[in-house]
């Protein structure tokens, strides 16, 4: 139980009922980065290409770390049945091969905005508050139980809308981008929604008082706010010009 970071609170308020606590936890899609300023400007067009190859070349390092996230949900899941279904998630982004898998996915679409990957896999674009984000969350998965873990994997219950949006959008408002690099979106539209109907079994099943949802809820809250955080700092570096230290002399 992770109360150093997400605290549970005492209630004697009787359980929602299953289907009264899913619809709690989809409601929070209203905290989903999609609605973040930068999302917003990105998807209608208003991003110039540095601001567009900083998000892809920052979102790399979280892409990076959705496997060690998941081996590490793994190491803490007792329930071999559990396991099989959730080592899917680090086949999916690391793929069996060199040539397949999210994470090459992802390093085709920042060769499609311009980026070499070399950039990418060097990580030197990476924002200090994106990196701190991303840690946090792989921190949190490390010290979690699984079904806490499972729990703060649900964003993924909003991700397929904006994956869509992406695909039906960029190619008219972003025509520098070589469409070749939309296979991660593309791909993650089918495997999303897999990884969601198992993460969400779990979290109804394991949370089943009032307190406990409630502390489902704070957990769901915890990864949106992770996704919140990367954006904030990339407003900042991108859209204020603002990157980290740009007030400070340099040598």
């Given at each position: 139980?992770?109360?150093?970071?997400?605290?549970?609170?005492?209630?004697?308020?009787?359980?929602?009922?299953?289907?009264?606590?899913?619809?709690?936890?989809?409601?929070?899609?209203?905290?989903?980065?999609?609605?973040?300023?930068?999302?917003?400007?990105?998807?209608?067009?208003?991003?110039?290409?540095?601001?567009?190859?900083?998000?892809?070349?920052?979102?790399?390092?979280?892409?990076?770390?959705?496997?060690?996230?998941?081996?590490?949900?793994?190491?803490?899941?007792?329930?071999?049945?559990?396991?099989?279904?959730?080592?899917?998630?680090?086949?999916?982004?690391?793929?069996?091969?060199?040539?397949?898998?999210?994470?090459?996915?992802?390093?085709?679409?920042?060769?499609?905005?311009?980026?070499?990957?070399?950039?990418?896999?060097?990580?030197?674009?990476?924002?200090?508050?994106?990196?701190?984000?991303?840690?946090?969350?792989?921190?949190?998965?490390?010290?979690?139980?699984?079904?806490?873990?499972?729990?703060?994997?649900?964003?993924?219950?909003?991700?397929?809308?904006?994956?869509?949006?992406?695909?039906?959008?960029?190619?008219?408002?972003?025509?520098?981008?070589?469409?070749?690099?939309?296979?991660?979106?593309?791909?993650?539209?089918?495997?999303?929604?897999?990884?969601?109907?198992?993460?969400?079994?779990?979290?109804?099943?394991?949370?089943?008082?009032?307190?406990?949802?409630e502390y489902a809820l704070s957990i769901l809250q915890f990864k949106l706010?992770?996704?919140?955080?990367?954006?904030?700092?990339?407003?900042?570096?991108?859209?204020?010009?603002?990157?980290?230290?740009?007030?400070?002399?340099?040598?």
């Amino acid at each position: 139980m992770i109360e150093f970071a997400i605290k549970r609170s005492p209630s004697d308020a009787p359980a929602w009922s299953r289907d009264e606590f899913a619809r709690r936890l989809r409601d929070k899609e209203r905290y989903y980065h999609i609605h973040h300023p930068f999302h917003v400007r990105m998807n209608e067009g208003g991003l110039d290409r540095e601001a567009v190859q900083g998000w892809v070349a920052n979102r790399f390092y979280y892409q990076t770390s959705i496997p060690i996230k998941d081996a590490a949900v793994l190491a803490n899941c007792p329930d071999r049945a559990a396991r099989r279904l959730w080592i899917q998630r680090i086949l999916d982004h690391d793929g069996s091969t060199d040539a397949d898998g999210g994470i090459e996915a992802w390093l085709q679409l920042g060769e499609a905005v311009g980026l070499t990957r070399a950039e990418l896999e060097d990580e030197t674009r990476v924002l200090p508050g994106v990196r701190f984000a991303v840690d946090a969350y792989v921190n949190f998965a490390r010290r979690a139980s699984f079904e806490e873990a499972a729990c703060s994997s649900l964003t993924e219950l909003f991700a397929p809308t904006i994956h869509q949006r992406r695909l039906d959008n960029w190619p008219e408002i972003y025509p520098w981008i070589d469409e070749r690099g939309y296979r991660y979106f593309r791909k993650r539209l089918s495997e999303a929604r897999r990884d969601v109907e198992h993460g969400v079994a779990v979290t109804l099943d394991h949370f089943v008082t009032r307190s406990d949802q409630e502390y489902a809820l704070s957990i769901l809250q915890f990864k949106l706010n992770v996704l919140w955080t990367m954006l904030d700092a990339m407003w900042m570096a991108y859209i204020e010009h603002k990157p980290p230290f740009f007030s400070c002399a340099h040598d």
